[in-house]
């Protein structure tokens, strides 16, 4: 059975920092690119980063690009997300998700590209 288990949600103040973390289990982690994706209250679930299989190449939307970093142990079949500099407007639910190969480049920003996801958990950045 496939899951994908986030953890290290809560609440923090704006400029606080977070550490999100991703438990895998049910398939081979080690071939799939992770990615994380949130969605703020009333909005659509948006990209915000990615790691490929090994590890090699991450990606990161403009809009974390220097504040967040994504990460992945693969003996521990789990990726992470830190999370820096937090804003109030980063309010959301974080969501991984798992590719269904070993890809990379672009496509990675896709949601459609990914066939496994979590269930989320909240992220809230007090002003």
Not at 6 to 16: F, K, M, N, R
Not at 42 to 56: D, H, L, M, P, T
Not at 103 to 112: F, K, M, N, V
């Amino acid at each position: 059975q496939v899951q994908l288990v986030e953890s290290g949600g809560g609440l923090v103040q704006a400029g606080g920092s977070l550490r999100l973390s991703c438990a895998a289990s049910g398939f081979t982690f080690s071939s799939r690119s992770m990615g994380w994706f949130r969605q703020a209250p009333g909005k659509e679930r948006e990209f915000v980063s990615a790691i490929n299989w090994n590890g090699v190449s991450t990606y990161y939307s403009d809009s974390v690009k220097g504040r967040f970093s994504i990460s992945r142990d693969n003996a521990k079949n789990t990726v992470y997300l830190q999370m820096n500099s937090l804003k109030p407007e980063e309010t959301a639910v974080y969501y991984c998700a798992a590719t269904p190969g070993p890809t990379a480049g672009p496509i990675l920003q896709r949601q459609s590209h990914y066939n496994y996801w979590g269930q989320g958990t909240q992220v809230t950045v007090s002003s």
